[in-house]
């Protein structure tokens, strides 16, 4: 049909047009932030504050100062960590809304080997605390994705309900049989200075866990676009039958990569435990599991992309308080823009569905 | 009661109706007419332009040419709702109902005059009762749909219709999906409404039910009609030879299979149940020898998916026995199957042989993603992918850009052509060929059966399983008809012909 070069030309064509799709892509997360900051820059006059310097100080907040940087890139280990445990198992079809939960199941399980051998060098202390609440975490989703395999059972039904199982019985725990003696609060006795993560930025609390994000962010990419098993996860995701017809064991898929997604919350928990609360406590996540699906969803199910989701939505967050106490406007504003991310990055279909059908209107009309 | 409508006799008439998708015409010149309280069937294989003529009729498509009269007054018909209020009432081969509501709310969805915005449910409730008992429907408007059996969900289509004021009743193959008793009942129901004064249209392939049900018979052949009969005038055999068709079909010269070709496939008596604990298969025999195509003809929904699914390994029979090469692989996985030198190209390609938002490389390598030299210690090797899936391009000749566009943008017959690379490539023994040039044009159909033919030269055994019998006649080194789940008879290709075929595929066997 083609000689060589027309061939090598449609080829650098394609090659182009594929990087304009993929910045399109990027471009509708960016879109959703921008958008949602306009929106919210309204909402912020009508509190009758400059929008300019209440954002002002809100990046001020986030990034202005050597702690703010490490406060926010703090504030991203849990989101960016269970973001992408969240991003394998949305891969693979498997709507895991059941973080939070792996995560406190997680959290407690590190902390309680760590109370158990306080004693132990932290160079075997520490990875046998985050193995202890990688496997609980993997252990507590994987229930919902056997409950799915045999019984047909909804795991996004049943995720969301084993979160409130988790969270009160780990409630109930540090009230009762592992609380401090002597304390009144719904909290573990102080972990041993050699089961706490080591600071790596001094006057902060920046910990090691930062560089274990990052580097599981890069194992998670190179897992999910180099490997079989990540290979097998975006095909079973995209077309479980085809590929169940074509000898992957989809159930194994399903369920690996929930192990994954568990693990990975149960990782974010032991960060914050031995990272920043130094001992597990009754409330040891503001919402990171869920806020972390929006991450995932927002870095577009790329491990990359949930990395700068998670930074970006951990500024706002540490932002927030120095907006509120600079120019009054209230921290909530900041939670209303990122819920107002969300419902403009998951309508982003609905916006181009409507511009389509304008542009139809239009042609009828003319 | 309504008046008396005998006094206009032709209720419906459709003339010179042509449609054309693209260069092919679906409908060429057709007509039909109906009578009032009459029963037409129509009569054809698929894809002899039976639904087409249907979508016209349901405003679904608009024909090219030909004129349409109801009541003997010229009618456009503009829109599926315009079609509803000229009296015509279309029930799907597929319903059209939601589970969760009442049958009541079914009815009413989408209908102002039941009440806007709040439907009167229970006014409708009433006039549904009235409806059933004057038809006979015996239908609780109150009862939920799930609930329902299949026959009576059936029969609430049919009062959703009358409900809407449908005068002529389309029933597009009403039962593929029925018990014998269901359709006894429906038949019934049928006789019922044309006593009233309704017209039917019938849509089927299924000759018995044809001769049992209808006044007069439209038979549809590639978008013409071959016949339109009384059915006094007709008989079963007669109808088969009009359905099928008579003409020569090319018979390529390739060598017979030698005699003592030694069996590769053999299936021992498979029983599958569907979901509603229905037998599909029933009991099946066959056997597919090397260097053979053995043709599984026979008419849609006789158990071919089921039969093509049960041997790839993704449905697990009830009962029976499956051996590849002597081994019993009934209870291996698809995966292992494929391992023993089974390739699969699925009816369905776009739902299961491809995934169609990957790029055409990861469509390669769906089956051999875990092995070597695709893979190494589970780390995928990109090189090898490039440059394999780049030799398969070019060899198959699948036109395209690039091995990173995705499934979704190749045509349909490019599509196929990538199932065949990759399951060809992998040097199976056993191929299961499904609906192997459905949706394809002359050329991509003459390529794959090519293809098909290279591999039985090659020593490998084909189950070649399609509906279309031009297809089958020229492929088949043996032919059996598949009837009901069940193997009616095996032919040689030397015996085999169309008339007989025909007759088997319809459930006839005293030939």
């Known amino acids: 049909m083609f000689n060589k070069a027309d061939n090598h030309n449609i080829e650098l064509e394609f090659k182009k047009q594929r990087r304009a799709e993929t910045l399109t892509a990027a471009g509708s997360s960016i879109g959703a932030v921008i958008l949602a900051l306009i929106i919210g820059a309204v909402i912020i006059r009508l509190l009758g504050v400059n929008p300019f310097d209440a954002y002002r100080a809100l990046i001020d907040g986030a990034f202005g100062t050597k702690n703010s940087i490490a406060e926010t890139l703090l504030r991203a280990v849990p989101l960016a960590i269970t973001g992408i445990g969240i991003t394998a198992a949305f891969r693979a079809s498997i709507f895991n809304v059941g973080a939070e939960g792996q995560l406190y199941l997680g959290a407690t399980s590190a ?45 996004m039904i049943n995720t969301i309900m084993m979160n409130y199982i988790a969270i009160y019985f780990v409630s109930w725990l540090v009230h009762g049989p592992i609380q401090q003696p002597g304390s009144p609060l719904g909290q573990t006795a102080g972990l041993s200075d050699n089961a706490i993560l080591p600071i790596i930025l001094k006057q902060t609390r920046l910990h090691i866990g930062f560089i274990i994000t990052l580097l599981m962010v890069l194992l998670t990419g190179f897992l999910i676009y180099r490997t079989v098993w990540g290979y097998q996860i975006r095909v079973t995701g995209k077309n479980m039958f085809a590929s169940q017809a074509a000898g992957i064991k989809v159930k194994w898929v399903f369920l690996s990569s929930m192990l994954f997604s568990g693990a990975m919350a149960g990782l974010a928990g032991f960060f914050e435990a031995a990272g920043i609360q130094h001992r597990m406590i009754e409330n040891i996540s503001s919402g990171y599991g869920y806020t972390a699906i929006v991450v995932a969803l927002l870095g577009q199910l790329n491990p990359f992309g949930v990395l700068l989701a998670a930074i970006l939505f951990g500024g706002l967050q540490i932002g927030a308080s120095t907006m509120e106490t600079a120019v009054g406007v209230p921290a909530s504003a900041v939670t209303l823009i990122q819920y107002l991310i969300v419902i403009l990055f998951i309508g982003r279909k609905a916006f181009s569905l409507i511009i389509q059908q304008m542009k139809k209107n239009r042609k009828v009309a003319a | 009661m309504h008046p008396p409508l005998s006094s206009q006799k032709v209720n419906l008439q459709m003339q010179g109706i042509t449609v054309r998708y693209g260069s092919f015409i679906a409908n060429d010149g057709v007509n039909i007419s109906v009578d009032h309280g009459q029963t037409l069937a129509l009569l054809g294989e698929n894809g002899a332009g039976k639904t087409t003529l249907m979508k016209v009729l349901a405003g679904i498509i608009k024909p090219e040419s030909g004129r349409i009269q109801i009541n003997g007054k010229e009618v456009q018909i503009l829109s599926p709702i315009h079609s509803q209020q000229l009296g015509i009432g279309m029930v799907h081969q597929h319903f059209m109902l939601i589970p969760t509501l009442s049958v009541a709310k079914n009815v009413c969805i989408g209908l102002k005059s039941a009440g806007y915005p709040f439907p009167n449910i229970l006014k409708v409730e009433n006039e549904l009762i009235k409806i059933s008992e004057k038809y006979n429907l015996q239908i609780d408007p109150k009862a939920i749909v799930s609930t329902l059996s299949v026959g009576t969900q059936q029969r609430v289509e049919i009062l959703k219709a009358l409900y809407r004021g449908a005068k002529i009743l389309i029933l597009d193959e009403p039962t593929s999906i029925l018990t014998p008793q269901e359709t006894h009942g429906l038949f019934g129901i049928i006789k019922f409404l044309t006593g009233q004064g309704c017209s039917v249209i019938f849509i089927s392939h299924k000759l018995n039910e044809v001769m049992e049900i209808s006044d007069r018979i439209t038979v549809l052949r590639q978008g013409k009609v071959t016949a339109e009969i009384s059915k006094d005038e007709t008989n079963e055999k007669d109808l088969s030879i009009l359905m099928v068709g008579h003409e020569f079909t090319k018979k390529r010269t390739i060598k017979p299979v030698p005699p003592e070709a030694s069996e590769l496939v053999k299936i021992d008596r498979i029983t599958y149940f569907d979901e509603r604990k229905l037998p599909v298969l029933r009991e099946l025999d066959l056997t597919v020898k090397k260097g053979e195509i053995h043709g599984i003809a026979g008419v849609d929904g006789n158990g071919q998916v089921e039969l093509a699914k049960v041997l790839a390994g993704i449905l697990r029979p009830d009962s029976g026995r499956i051996f590849i090469n002597g081994n019993d692989v009934t209870k291996l996985s698809p995966g292992k199957r494929i391992t023993a030198g089974l390739a699969h190209i699925p009816g369905d390609r776009q739902r299961l042989g491809l995934v169609m938002d990957v790029s055409l490389g990861e469509n390669f390598i769906l089956e051999t993603s875990g092995k070597e030299p695709v893979s190494k210690h589970g780390i995928l090797n990109f090189n090898n992918i490039r440059n394999t899936s780049k030799q398969l391009i070019k060899d198959y000749d699948i036109r395209c850009i690039s091995v990173d566009q995705t499934a979704a943008t190749l045509s349909g017959g490019n599509q196929q052509k990538l199932v065949l690379a990759r399951e060809f490539s992998r040097m199976p023994k056993f191929i299961i060929a499904m609906q192997p040039s459905r949706g394809l044009d002359v050329g991509a159909t003459e390529f794959v059966h090519e293809k098909l033919l290279e591999q039985r030269e090659n020593g490998n055994g084909i189950l070649l399983i399609s509906t279309e019998l031009d297809e089958i006649f020229e492929l088949s080194d043996r032919i059996s008809v598949i009837y009901e789940g069940k193997i009616l008879a095996t032919l040689s290709r030397e015996v085999a012909n169309r008339e007989r075929i025909g007759l088997l595929m319809t459930g006839k066997t005293d030939v």
């Open chain 1, 111 to 155: 902390v309680c080997v760590g109370l158990a051998f306080p004693t132990l060098h932290p160079a075997i202390l520490l990875p046998l605390m985050a193995i202890a609440g990688m496997i609980t975490g993997a252990l507590w989703g994987g229930i919902a994705v056997l409950l799915k395999l045999k019984f047909n059972a909804n795991e």
